[in-house]
């Protein structure tokens, strides 16, 4: 680790220790156990899920992937990490990095399959453990309103995050350049372009921060794609790639689309429409505006681009007040981006009251204004998705769409640009790099 990520990060964990310290006075608390967590075997098996450590406990300990470990956060103390890694000959059991940050913390290592005794006090204990090892604990567990507080202190991110975010970034997007180029070459099928991506950013499925979406063709159309196809397509019309990266516990969520060479001669110019679609939106953010504003944006721009390439034949004012817009693209602008991907806190506000999304809109998971530190994907989409668009052609909306060019675009599924973006002072930093 650099000397400046470093300093960066021990200027992170400075602000956790007051941040905390102040949090657990306001509710009363002596201390918070945070618990990383610990994989769950299937039903009736002795094999584990794939696992995430939580994220509070990651905001400390920069160690994705470490589980069945403890942290204690007492005001005026240094934090004390009680570090799984039992003797075992079956696994190979964690071990500590050498970095700064770990002569930040009093270390104790062993086995902590169990919660270690906590010193007189009031204590809360935020994870996923049992109301009986709570009680046997003598904590509260998880009180929401400290979870809410602490989730509100995730939300602004410090620079050593902004670095890790933007290294998750780099490396993600070796990895779609290496997808791209895998589609392009030919004699790619989808789990042919998965391990593409894999190989060049250096990561295997169990690290990713979410399942890659690798769709092919009409593939791209399903917004949450969870296959990878064996088979050779006949036919390379299209490529939607969403894959990230995740770095001391930093998401990447980055998605890009292709244009193969069978594909219509109406597809690549929407990609191209949508890339600048989507750099507009991103160069107009800024400290104080209303997410939910900027979806409505993206609405009514996309009703102008159906219009542009002739997809429809009404306004685009028409084509979001009649629903074709949100037929197009029914998912959220975008979201909160951290320690989780869809990262905690998006439709509260600062004082924690709810900020539910809009009727019409009850995919949009960011809904509070912006403020400098958060960063925020920003992803419009266009699709063809045959159960949103067929009720549209039985109504009399369906007058106003072109069936001919939509069915030409059909087998291509669907377009998404995404780009991972820092909320300035001034602006926005866009971390995603080129193209």
């Known amino acids: ?231 050779l397509p006949a036919q390379r019309r299209s490529l939607l790639v969403d894959a990230g990266h995740r770095h001391r516990g930093y998401c990447a969520d980055i998605t890009r689309s292709w244009a193969g060479p069978d594909a219509d001669s109406l597809f690549p110019p929407l990609i191209d429409a949508m890339t600048a679609l989507k750099q507009r939106l991103v160069e107009a953010l800024a400290p104080g505006m209303s997410f939910r504003a900027l979806h409505e944006r993206m609405h009514r721009e996309l009703g102008a681009l159906l219009v542009e390439h002739r997809l429809v034949s009404c306004s685009a004012e028409a084509a979001v007040a009649n629903g074709i817009t949100r037929a197009f693209c029914p998912h959220g602008l975008g979201h909160l981006l951290g320690l989780q991907v869809h990262d905690v806190a998006g439709r509260r506000a600062t004082d924690g009251t709810p900020l539910p999304p809009p009727d019409a809109d009850p995919a949009l998971r960011l809904t509070r204004e912006l403020e400098a530190g958060m960063v925020v994907t920003i992803e419009p989409g266009l699709y063809v998705i045959p159960m949103l668009l067929s009720p549209l052609r039985e109504s009399p909306v369906g007058a106003d769409i072109d069936w001919r060019r939509i069915e030409r675009l059909a087998p291509h599924g669907g377009i998404r640009i995404e780009d991972n973006v820092r909320i300035a002072h001034h602006g926005a930093d866009d971390l995603t790099p080129e193209p």
């Open 1 to 231: 680790m650099s000397f400046d990520l470093d300093s960066l990060q021990a200027r992170h964990l400075d602000a956790l220790e007051a941040a905390y310290a102040a949090t657990l006075q306001r509710h009363d608390l002596d201390g918070v156990l945070l618990y990383s967590g610990h994989p769950h075997r299937h039903f009736a098996d002795d094999q584990e899920a794939s696992f995430a450590t939580f994220g509070h406990f990651l905001h400390w300990v920069p160690m994705p992937g470490l589980a069945h470990s403890w942290l204690l956060i007492r005001p005026g103390e240094r934090p004390r990490l009680y570090f799984h890694a039992p003797d075992d000959f079956w696994h190979l059991s964690a071990t500590l990095p050498e970095e700064a940050w770990v002569e930040r913390f009093d270390i104790e290592t062993g086995r902590f399959d169990q919660p270690p005794a906590l010193p007189a006090g009031h204590f809360a204990l935020l994870g996923n453990v049992t109301d009986a090892v709570a009680a046997a604990l003598g904590v509260e567990l998880n009180p929401p309103l400290l979870t809410a507080a602490l989730d509100e202190a995730r939300v602004r991110k410090s620079d050593y995050e902004i670095a890790c975010l933007g290294e998750a970034n780099r490396r993600a997007m070796a990895g779609h350049l290496a997808a791209r180029d895998a589609f392009l070459a030919g004699e790619a099928a989808e789990l042919d372009i998965q391990l593409a991506y894999l190989g060049a950013s250096r990561q295997r499925e169990s690290e990713l921060p979410y399942a890659n979406i690798v769709g092919l063709n009409a593939h791209g159309g399903v917004l949450h794609y969870q296959h990878y196809d064996t088979a």
